[in-house]
T-cell receptor, first 114, second 113 residues
Framework: GESVGLHLPTLSVQEGDNSIINCAYS??????FIWYKQESGKGPQFIID?????DKRQGQRVTVLLNKTVKHLSLQIAATQPGDSAVYFC?????????????FGTGTRLQVTL | ETGVTQTPRHLVMGMTNKKSLKCEQH?????MYWYKQSAKKPLELMFV???????ENNSVPSRFSPECPNSSHLFLHLHTLQPEDSALYLC????????????FGNGTRLTVT
């Protein structure tokens, strides 16, 4: 069926290294994608988004790559810091109409080691 | 702060109780959402309101009843819940456009005993 999923449940990265979190989606009609970060005891926090007419978008220390050919989304975090430790979710918008209807993946836990 | 405030942060209720969750957004958004987050499950969309009108009910049991009196406030009324309804309930808001990101509150941790 249609789904958004993450390849790895836990990713351990050394402080200062780059992190790459991957996400696969199956609905080729999805046209908007978002990455969220969720820390313990908090709600998901918006990191970066990308529309389907783009293949790369950069933010502060983060880059999102979209490969529509293989339906793959990735989040790259440069110079990973301890404060980056959290669960990261990708989400796709398959909604029609006027409001976003995001479908979320299961999440990847990023652990930053010193 | 996220701009989306949820109260209470924690709630414990028995199966025969009636309680309500409250959400308020200070972002000037037009759409509001309820999501359910259970352990080891993806976030599940429950309800969507756009300009106070309910536009989505994702097959949610009737023991969950949403209310959206205006674009800034959203409630989730709970009655005769089951233990499996224990979860983190997240409220979110957005501009209401199909490509606008959702901004989440910190959730209400609900435990049904």
């Amino acid at each position: 069926g249609e789904s958004v999923g993450l390849h790895l449940p836990t990713l351990s990265v050394q402080e200062g290294d780059n992190s790459i979190i991957n996400c696969a989606y199956s609905n080729s009609a999805s046209d908007y994608f978002i990455w969220y970060k969720q820390e313990s005891g908090k709600g998901p926090q918006f990191i970066i988004d990308i529309r389907s007419n783009m293949d790369k978008r950069q933010g502060q220390r983060v880059t999102v790559l979209l490969n529509k050919t293989v339906k793959h989304l990735s989040l790259q975090i440069a110079a990973t810091q301890p404060g980056d430790s959290a669960v990261y979710f990708c989400a796709e918008n398959r909604g029609a109409g006027t409001a976003s209807k995001l479908t979320f993946g299961t999440g990847t836990r990023l652990q930053v080691t010193l | 702060e996220t701009g989306v405030t949820q109260t209470p942060r924690h709630l414990v209720m028995g199966m025969t109780n009636k309680k309500s969750l409250k959400c308020e957004q200070h972002l000037g958004h037009n759409a509001m959402y309820w999501y359910k987050q259970s352990a080891k499950k993806p976030l599940e969309l429950m309800f969507v309101y756009n300009f106070k009108e309910q536009t989505e009910n994702n097959s949610v049991p009737s023991r969950f009843s949403p209310e959206c009196p205006n674009s800034s406030h959203l409630f989730l009324h709970l009655h005769t819940l089951q233990p499996e309804d224990s979860a983190l309930y997240l409220c979110a808001s957005s501009l209401g456009q199909i490509d606008s990101p959702l901004h989440f509150g910190n959730g209400t941790r609900l435990t049904v005993t």
